[in-house]
T-cell receptor, first 113, second 115 residues
Framework: RKEVEQDPGPFNVPEGATVAFNCTYSNSASQSFFWYRQDCRKEPKLLMS???SGNEDGRFTAQLNRASQYISLLIRDSKLSDSATYLC??????????????FGTGTQLKVEL | NAGVTQTPKFRVLKTGQSMTLLCAQD?????MYWYRQDPGMGLRLIHYSVGEGTTAKGEVPDGYNVSRLKKQNFLLGLESAAPSQTSVYFC??????????????FGDGTRLSIL
């Protein structure tokens, strides 16, 4: 089982739609969670951190469910410019100290007219 | 504010050739990382550094070496390039990840093809 799993999509949605992505992780001791956005042939960029109580940033809402070990991202009122790949990222501790980030393979979103 | 800068942006090598990818950051970050990204695989950590003069292996270190002689620079070397190393390479940096929620900042990638 992959440490971080995402549905690769693509999710094709009309402009203005609401779309949700889920991500599951296998390490119950994971500490921090993020959503990154990656445009085609570009570098990943931090979209938002995910907090235990859930958090919102404009049209974007992130949720964390530690009991079920999944993270979600909700995008409301989708824009054409939201078309991208969304990467789920989990930070976990490693033996001997320190920690590591594990990236999901990403979920592709295509917003259409 | 340049952030994280990678050079070169594109390169084509022949099997067996060597090269060095340079990453530079101007954010005074302690941690630096090299990843490779392949279709369907996500980003995989090659090597990382927790500070000047220190390096450590990541998930897929074989065939690569790294050096962190200066805090702002992290070099990734391929001693004898192989076609399996054809990939997009990303460098990233961050403050100490001991602080909860510290994000990584990425360079815009190096596209490397090995023929």
């Amino acid at each position: 089982r992959k440490e971080v799993e995402q549905d690769p999509g693509p999710f094709n949605v009309p402009e203005g739609a609401t779309v949700a992505f889920n991500c599951t992780y296998s390490n119950s001791a994971s500490q921090s969670f993020f959503w990154y956005r990656q445009d085609c042939r570009k570098e990943p960029k931090l979209l938002m951190s995910v907090y235990s109580s859930g958090n919102e940033d404009g049209r974007f809402t992130a949720q964390l469910n530690r009991a079920s070990q999944y993270i979600s991202l909700l995008i409301r009122d989708s824009k054409l410019s939201d078309s991208a790949t969304y990467l789920c990222v989990v930070k976990s501790g490693v033996t001997g100290g320190g920690n590591k980030l594990t990236f999901g393979t990403g979920t592709q979103l295509k917003v259409e007219l | 504010n340049a952030g994280v800068t990678q050079t070169p942006k594109f390169r084509v090598l022949k099997t067996g050739q060597s090269m060095t990818l340079l990453c530079a950051q101007d954010m005074n970050h302690e941690y630096m990382y090299w990843y490779r990204q392949d279709p369907g695989m996500g980003l995989r950590l090659i090597h990382y550094s927790v500070g000047e003069g220190t390096t450590a292996k990541g998930e897929v270190p074989d065939g690569y070496n790294v050096s962190r002689l200066k805090k702002q620079n992290f070099l990734l070397g391929l001693e004898s390039a192989a076609p399996s190393q054809t990939s997009v390479y990303f460098c990233a940096s961050s403050y100490s990840p001991g602080a909860r929620g510290q994000p990584q900042h990425f360079g815009d990638g190096t596209r490397l093809s090995i023929l």
